[in-house]
């Protein structure tokens, strides 16, 4: 059996600092007490409110500027996929499987997103789409602004769920992905394949075929995985 670990005074605080923001105490845009303040009220010293505060910045919950009293922040779904970016792309150069499971999890995902847009998907939504793709054939030549056109297609696919959680998940995929993708203009013709990729997701998702517009995004993607791989 194995001993209980004693907590560290500093995460005591942290849990207390937390449940007042999570009790809406202290809501999102107020400020928190000063350090002198915190001290007085938890009983504890300078340095573990100093460590509880600078966590929960690191979570994302607090701001501190210099010279003022930490004020409140209210999460939000890509603030979060933020704070976790730097960690995960480490996490992602160390670890082969890892990537692969990101592929395979994106897959999963967007098919689903394409499935959904074409059931979904309003008249804007779809010129936006086919804005991005005009925008990746002006670009050909042009790695990264073709990349950039290309995330945000799938960006914007993934809005059209409506779902806020979701959509910053696919945009922080994409970002990931980006950082162990080879650059495409080694492979002669692989922007052209790309877009017209594109164009049958596009198609489908106008024509409401939620079969073909799910068939033609596992097809892009699965080829697409090739084009990621760990370097440096």
């Not at 005591?12 to 009220?41: C, H, N, W, Y």
């Amino acid at each position: 059996m194995e001993p209980i670990q004693k907590k560290k005074l500093y995460q005591s605080v942290l849990d207390r600092l937390i449940e007042t923001i999570a009790s809406k105490e202290f809501p999102p845009g107020s400020k928190l007490p000063s350090e002198r303040e915190l001290m007085a009220m938890i009983g504890v010293g300078r340095p573990s409110i100093r460590e509880a505060m600078l966590t929960l910045q690191q979570m994302g919950l607090i701001r501190i500027s210099h010279g003022e009293r930490a004020r409140v922040v209210k999460p939000t779904p890509e603030a979060i996929i933020d704070q976790i970016s730097a960690a995960m792309i480490m996490l992602l150069a160390d670890n082969p499987q890892g990537l692969e499971d990101l592929k395979s999890a994106r897959i999963m995902i967007e098919v689903g997103l394409a499935r959904l847009a074409a059931t979904s998907a309003t008249a804007n939504d779809i010129r936006f789409l086919d804005e991005c793709i005009k925008e990746m054939q002006a670009r050909q030549g042009d790695s990264a602004a073709f990349v950039a056109a290309d995330m945000r297609f799938h960006e914007i696919l993934a809005g059209i769920s409506g779902n806020s959680l979701i959509a910053a998940a696919v945009s922080g995929m994409l970002v990931w992905l980006t950082r162990f993708k080879q650059d495409m203009v080694v492979v002669k013709g692989a922007e052209q394949v790309t877009i017209e990729e594109h164009k049958l997701i596009l198609d489908a998702i106008r024509n409401k075929d939620a079969e073909a517009a799910g068939a033609s995004m596992q097809r892009h993607l699965s080829r697409a995985n090739a084009l990621y791989s760990n370097y440096t």
